[in-house]
T-cell receptor, first 113, second 115 residues
C-alpha cells in the first residue's frame, strides 16, 4: 500500500533562512508526488508535482523539491523563508488513476521575524 | 470568479440532525472529490465522482451520501450527525478521470461542528 510520511509536524525557521520540509514515501510502483500548501482558513493549493519527468521540480513561490528514488524522498525546499510562507504543507502520493491521492499528516511551517 | 465553491462555510448543528454541504466547480473538470480534515489536520478522501459516476468510495459510514446532479456539482448529505463528524470538509475537482497526475483544485472548506 502506498503511504507518505512527513517528518516533523512543526518546523520553525527564521525569516531569510532555508526551508526544508521532509517527505518520504512508500510505494511498490513508481509514484507521482505532490506538495500542497494550506494557508490559514483556506483550501489546499498545489505547490508542485513530480510526474516522472525531471527529478528536480520547481513550483510556485520559489519552492522546489527533488525526487530521490534511492532515498524514497521528495523533500521540499526554499532558499529563503518569507513571513508569507507560514502555512501547513502536505506531501501526497498517487499511484494510479483510480486510487485516491494519499496525503501525509502535514507539517506546519512557522516563520519568525 | 471562484473556481471551487462550497456552501456553507460554517455549519453548527445538533447531534442527530441531517445536513447537506454543497459544492460547485466552474473549471469544466470531470472529476470531483470530498475530503475530510480532522482536528489534527489529517486529510482523507471520502468520495470521488467522475462525470456523475461514483469511482472512489472509501470506508465512510453510510450516513454520508454524496450526490452529483451534474458534473459541476457534488453535494454531501449527512444523516444522523454524530460528534465525531465534526471536521472541515473539502470539496475538490480535477481535469480528468486519470487522476494520477492531475492537479486537484480545492474549495475553501466547510467547518462542521456537531454539538
Amino acid at each position: 500500500a502506498q503511504s507518505v510520511t512527513q517528518l516533523g509536524s512543526h518546523v520553525s525557521v527564521s525569516e531569510g533562512a532555508l526551508v526544508l520540509l521532509r517527505c518520504n514515501y512508500s510505494s511498490s510502483v513508481p509514484p507521482y508526488l505532490f506538495w500542497y500548501v494550506q494557508y490559514p482558513n483556506q483550501g489546499l493549493q498545489l505547490l508542485l508535482k513530480y510526474t516522472s519527468a525531471a527529478t528536480l521540480v520547481k513550483g510556485i513561490n520559489g519552492f522546489e523539491a527533488e525526487f530521490k528514488k534511492s532515498e524514497t524522498s521528495f523533500h521540499l525546499t526554499k532558499p529563503s523563508a518569507h513571513m508569507s510562507d507560514a502555512a501547513e504543507y502536505f506531501c501526497a502520493v498517487s499511484l494510479s488513476g483510480n486510487t485516491p491521492l494519499v496525503f501525509g499528516k502535514g507539517t506546519r511551517l512557522s516563520v519568525i521575524a | 470568479d471562484t473556481a471551487v465553491s462550497q456552501t456553507p462555510k460554517y455549519l453548527v448543528t445538533q447531534m442527530g440532525n441531517d445536513k447537506s454541504i454543497k459544492c460547485e466547480q466552474n473549471l469544466g473538470h470531470d472529476t470531483m472529490y470530498w475530503y475530510k480534515q480532522d482536528s489534527k489536520k489529517f486529510l482523507k478522501i471520502m468520495f470521488s465522482y467522475n462525470n456523475k459516476e461514483l469511482i472512489i468510495n472509501e470506508t465512510v459510514p453510510n450516513r454520508f451520501s454524496p450526490k452529483s446532479p451534474d458534473k459541476a456539482h457534488l453535494n454531501l448529505h449527512i444523516n444522523s450527525l454524530e460528534l465525531g463528524d465534526s471536521a472541515v470538509y473539502f470539496c475538490a475537482s480535477s481535469q480528468g478521470r486519470e487522476g494520477r497526475t492531475d492537479t486537484q483544485y480545492f474549495g475553501p472548506g466547510t467547518r462542521l461542528t456537531v454539538l
